[in-house]
């Protein structure tokens, strides 16, 4: 069983940074990719920023130049900076992680979400 811990998230005023974490734990053999999607109340859930193992990432338009991916391999965590924060970043926050299991078989598991709340 593989799970996801995310932290991070919180109320911030515009402007402000948080910094999110992801860790995976469990039966992972290999972690292709690590990745940040947001849901804002009545919207779709969306990207926000993507890491893989190659070291490619990408983002949303919206945050680009706001945002920063990072990863560290030894702990199987992701982390998202954010910086200079806007109300329209505030959403739930999902880490996703896509990893081999103990049978090379290719999977997929969500955290359980962080809120992010941008506001004045």
């Known amino acids: 069983q593989v799970q996801l811990v995310e932290s991070g998230g919180g109320l911030v005023q515009p402007g402000g940074t948080l910094r999110l974490s992801c860790a995976a734990s469990?039966?992972?053999?290999?972690?292709?990719?690590m990745g940040w999607y947001r849901q804002a109340p009545g919207k779709q859930r969306e990207l926000v920023a993507i890491?893989?193992?190659?070291?490619?990432?990408n983002y949303a338009e919206s945050v680009k130049g706001r945002f920063t991916i990072s990863r560290d391999n030894a702990k199987n965590t992701v982390y998202l900076q954010m910086n200079n924060l806007k109300p329209e970043d505030t959403a739930i926050y999902y880490c996703?992680?896509?990893?081999?299991?103990?049978?090379?078989?290719?999977?997929?598991?969500w955290g359980q979400g962080t809120q992010v709340t941008v506001s004045s």
């Open positions: 890491t893989t193992s190659g070291g490619t990432t």
């Open positions: 469990g039966s992972i053999l290999s972690i292709s990719a």
């Open positions: 996703k992680t896509n990893y081999k299991d103990s049978r090379w078989f290719s999977r997929t598991v």
